[in-house]
T-cell receptor
Framework: DAKTTQPPSMDCAEGRAANLPCNHS???????VYWYRQIHSQGPQYIIH???NNETNEMASLIITEDRKSSTLILPHATLRDTAVYYC???????????FGQGTRLTINP | DTAVSQTPKYLVTQMGNDKSIKCEQN?????MYWYKQDSKKFLKIMFS???????INETVPNRFSPKSPDKAHLNLHINSLELGDSAVYFC???????????FGPGTRLTVL
């Protein structure tokens, strides 16, 4: 079962930063935080992952708290195409098994 | 040049029939997966294959039989289809211990 808790839905204005929170209070020392998203009717898409340091790539930034019990995915300049369900997943690197929770349905409004 | 492809995209069939869904990846990955997304949108892993060997079988009924003829293909055969099998099935692949799984576009199965 999913080890993460996310708000079921969020709204964000186009062009603003979207900040998606995730709680993972039972995360183990060797578990990473992964983020995927699923745009309507498509397969999930990898966004970013991290262990304890903050991470940034061309899609997003991942901020992990020092105690690693929560994290925030940041989409710096949200566009309408970022409307999707965002999943926060904790997993051992290379575990070959992703356990998806309910995710957060992010709606970007014009 | 699609990375992970699935056929068919839509499949409508009657209860009791046998059907197959095909998956192919051209990423050179050695691990492939099948996930099921039900009507409530929960996405759950069904199987995982590494180098053509079954690694994960998540208590899936034995009516479901994955077959991996080579590392680039993982097909899903379903016998005696039931109404509850209606769902979207996603294939995915990854390279062993790499961080990310690449998903296919999904196959929407409807059992009438």
């Amino acid at each position: 079962d999913a080890k993460t808790t996310q708000p079921p839905s969020m709204d964000c204005a186009e062009g603003r930063a979207a900040n998606l929170p995730c709680n993972h209070s039972t995360i183990s020392g060797n578990e990473y935080v992964y983020w995927y998203r699923q745009i309507h009717s498509q397969g999930p898409q990898y966004i970013i992952h991290g262990l304890k340091n903050n991470e940034t790539n061309e899609m997003a930034s991942l901020i992990i708290t020092e105690d690693r019990k929560s994290s925030t995915l940041i989409l710096p300049h949200a566009t309408l195409r970022d409307t999707a369900v965002y999943y926060c997943i904790v997993s051992v690197l290379g575990a070959q098994k992703l356990v998806f929770g309910q995710g957060t349905r992010l709606t970007i409004n014009p | 040049d699609t990375a992970v492809s699935q056929t068919p995209k839509y499949l409508v069939t009657q209860m009791g029939n046998d059907k197959s869904i095909k998956c192919e990846q051209n990423l050179g990955h050695d691990t492939m997966y099948w996930y099921k997304q039900d009507s409530k949108k929960f996405l759950k892993i069904m199987f995982s294959y590494n180098n053509k060997e079954l690694i994960i079988n998540e208590t899936v009924p034995n009516r479901f039989s994955p077959k991996s003829p080579d590392k680039a293909h993982l097909n899903l055969h379903i016998n005696s289809l039931e109404l509850g099998d209606s769902a979207v099935y996603f294939c995915a692949s990854s390279h062993g211990s790499q961080r990310e799984q690449f998903f296919g576009p999904g196959t929407r199965l409807t059992v009438l």
